[in-house]
């Protein structure tokens, strides 16, 4: 049989090869860690715009509603959904912001990086 850990690899690599690409937010990262928090939060908005309209087929460049009705008409939760939405809108004000902190950035990235995995093991 699989290790644990083997399994949990050939989960997370069942659940990836959903996406035609991984995604990852690791160039946002390394964007933080430079102090670029505006070129952090443009490629966190990219990555998850990329996932949602590669999985849910909900085009680039809809508004924040369509997306959020696209999600939920897709079997994503409301609740997910809605912080999708959220952590869309809040990466366009910080990108214009430069009372962003790196605390803030960091913050965001790691609801980021959640949203990302949850929104890759929703139903469709």
């Known amino acids: 049989g699989l290790s644990v850990a083997e399994f949990s690899n050939e989960q997370e690599a069942r659940q990836l090869s959903l996406f035609p690409h991984i995604y990852n937010l ?5 964007y933080i ?4 928090l505006s ?3 443009r490629e966190i908005e990219q990555v998850i ?6 999985r849910y087929e909900i085009s680039r460049g809809e508004t924040f509603d369509k997306i959020y009705s696209g999600l939920v008409r897709k ?3 409301e609740m997910l959904a809605k912080e999708t939405v959220s952590l869309l809108n ?20 790691e ?3 959640d949203i990302l995995h949850r929104l890759q093991s929703s139903a469709i």
Request: glycine fraction near 2%; hydrophobic fraction near 35%; charge should be negative.
């Open 75 to 77: 079997y994503v939760s």
């Open 49 to 54: 715009v990329s996932a949602i309209s590669e």
């Open 39 to 41: 070129d952090a939060y």
């Open 90 to 109: 809040d990466c366009q004000l910080a990108q214009f912001s430069p009372l962003i902190g790196e605390e803030k950035a960091l913050t965001d990235f």
């Open 26 to 30: 690791d160039k946002a990262r390394e």
């Open 111 to 113: 609801k980021a990086q």
């Open 33 to 36: 860690n430079l102090n670029k």
